[in-house]
């Protein structure tokens, strides 16, 4: 029998859990000292389908050359498609990186105004990317759901959703606001290394009493 959801007593203890393990690009990048929501929203570009092992290096890579539209539009993209081999369609994201930068210089004075709509109105710019930046750089509540919020949430039984895009509309109707940046935070380097996508760790998971345990076959 499992207990009902208690959703601030599972990010406590999945809080502690993590502790051992790396914190997720973005919030990693942060702590460096990458905070612009510029810096963020160019990182999480980088992210797209890349792991967060190579986002962060290649980020660092990137803002020891250009941490500022400016310096980033006078690139070329060759340069820049340079420093992005190692992420998934480097190629693409250069366009969309020069298109953000030119944006902001043409249109904002250079600086990125700290509104969703703008930042989803970006060519390449989804709103994943345009929630977790904007969480991690100025603190707005959003949720932000990529492949391991996904898989966990659902895992647990608190949602019932094929897709990421229809997970944060679901979890953004049942988590209090105030905790919307957490689930981020806590859950991707939860759901990357305890409750894996192939035989998640069941046995040690610190949530384990709350979990429905949806589709696991097999577990450690």
């Not at 990182?43 to 389908?49: L, Q």
């Not at 539009?73 to 369609?89: C, H, V, Y």
């Not at 345009?130 to 509540?141: E, S």
């Not at 898989?151 to 953004?172: I, S």
Request: proline letters at 6%; hydrophobic letters at 40%; glycine letters at 8%.
């Amino acid at each position: 029998m499992k207990k009902p959801f208690a959703l601030a007593d599972m990010l406590r203890r999945i809080e502690k859990a993590i502790q051992p393990f790396p914190k997720a690009a973005m919030f990693e990048l942060y702590q460096r000292g990458y905070t612009s929501l510029f810096e963020q929203l160019i990182s999480c570009i980088i992210s797209i389908r890349t792991l967060d092992e190579t986002t962060i290096p290649l980020s660092e890579k990137l803002f020891a050359r250009a941490r500022t539209p400016e310096a980033l539009a006078e690139m070329s993209p060759g340069e820049l498609e340079k420093i992005l081999t190692g992420s998934q369609f480097p190629g693409q994201k250069v366009h969309t990186m020069l298109g953000i930068a030119n944006v902001a210089i043409e249109q904002y004075g250079g600086e990125l105004p700290a509104d969703y709509t703008v930042l989803t109105g970006l060519k390449g710019v989804g709103p994943k990317c345009a929630k977790l930046a904007l969480g991690v750089a100025t603190g707005a509540a959003g949720i932000s759901v990529d492949v391991h919020v996904h898989r966990v949430v659902n895992r647990w039984g608190l949602v019932e959703t094929r897709t990421p895009e229809a997970t944060m509309e679901a979890l953004e109707a049942i988590v209090p606001e105030k905790k919307w940046i957490d689930v981020n935070r806590l859950l991707m380097p939860f759901g990357k290394h305890i409750c894996v996508l192939h035989a998640p760790f069941c046995s040690t998971c610190p949530v384990l009493a709350y979990c429905r345990q949806v589709g696991v076959q097999k577990h450690r």
